[in-house]
């Protein structure tokens, strides 16, 4: 079946950088485009980034673009964000999802999406 295991989450300081992997498995990878979603505590969830199955195009949240970088290496079924320059605000549960999200009541929707790994910012 189709499984998406993140890792890499973890305690980072505000300035500081983490790298999130994702290892897809089930399904054609490099036909897919993925995406990186985000759940703050007592927030709805946020689309973060997507890039294209072939790793031309790549999309960015304004809250987070120029700081996250977003890169797959089909060869490896691996997705991974990498994230500098983080602050507190980027707190949250970050997902791995397959395809890009639709918007149900101004929130994205993913068919499938992984368990998530946590990511705190803090002193």
């Known amino acids: 079946q189709v499984q998406l295991v993140e890792s890499g989450g973890g305690l980072a300081q505000p300035g500081g950088s983490l790298r999130l992997s994702c290892a897809a498995s089930?399904?054609?990878?490099?036909?897919?485009?993925m995406s990186w979603a985000r759940q703050a505590p007592g927030k709805g969830l946020e689309w973060v980034s997507g890039?294209?199955?072939?790793?031309?195009?790549?999309y960015y949240a304004s809250s987070v673009k120029g700081r996250f970088t977003i890169s797959r290496d089909n060869s490896k079924n691996t997705l991974y964000l990498q994230m500098n320059s983080l602050k507190p605000e980027d707190t949250a549960r970050y997902y791995c999802?397959?395809?890009?999200?639709?918007?149900?009541?101004?929130?994205?929707?993913?068919?499938?999406r992984g368990q998530g790994t946590l990511v705190t910012v803090s002193e």
């Open positions: 999802a397959k395809d890009w999200p639709t918007l149900v009541s101004g929130y994205p929707q993913f068919e499938i």
């Open positions: 890039i294209y199955r072939d790793g031309s195009d790549t």
């Open positions: 089930g399904f054609t990878f490099s036909s897919s485009a």
